[in-house]
């Protein structure tokens, strides 16, 4: 059984840092993109960043852009996403996915399985 688990949320200061994890399991992690979504409240889930399986070739929104970093570690089947000069506007439930073959990361239909989510909050 495919599973992710999302880790590391929580309440931190615009301007702050905090670093988001997720656990993959029941799969070939070293063979998938992985991507990260956002879902802040009243919006529809939106991409965020994705990484490829080699962790060569990353991908970031233009809103998150140089301030977050993905990352991805296959000997322990985790991706990371680092967020810097966090803002209130990245307030949101952060999601981790897992690619599906041949899918588009910037878009959730290219991902088949995801994470329950973990909360971020940024207080100005």
């Known amino acids: 059984q495919v599973q992710l688990v999302e880790s590391g949320g929580g309440l931190v200061q615009a301007g702050g840092s905090l670093r988001v994890s997720c656990a993959a399991s029941g799969l070939t992690f070293s063979s998938y993109a992985m991507g990260w979504f956002r879902r802040a409240p009243g919006k529809e889930r939106e991409f965020v960043a994705a990484?490829?399986?080699?962790?060569?070739?990353?991908y970031y929104a233009d809103s998150v852009k140089v301030r977050f970093t993905i990352s991805r570690d296959n000997a322990k089947n985790m991706v990371y996403l680092q967020m810097n000069s966090l803002e209130p506007e990245d307030t949101a439930v952060y999601y981790c996915?897992?690619?599906?073959?041949?899918?588009?990361?910037?878009?959730?239909?290219?991902?088949?399985?995801w994470g329950q989510g973990t909360q971020v909050t940024v207080s100005s």
């Open positions: 996915a897992a690619g599906a073959p041949y899918g588009s990361v910037w878009i959730e239909g290219g991902y088949d399985t």
């Open positions: 990484i490829s399986w080699s962790g060569g070739v990353t």
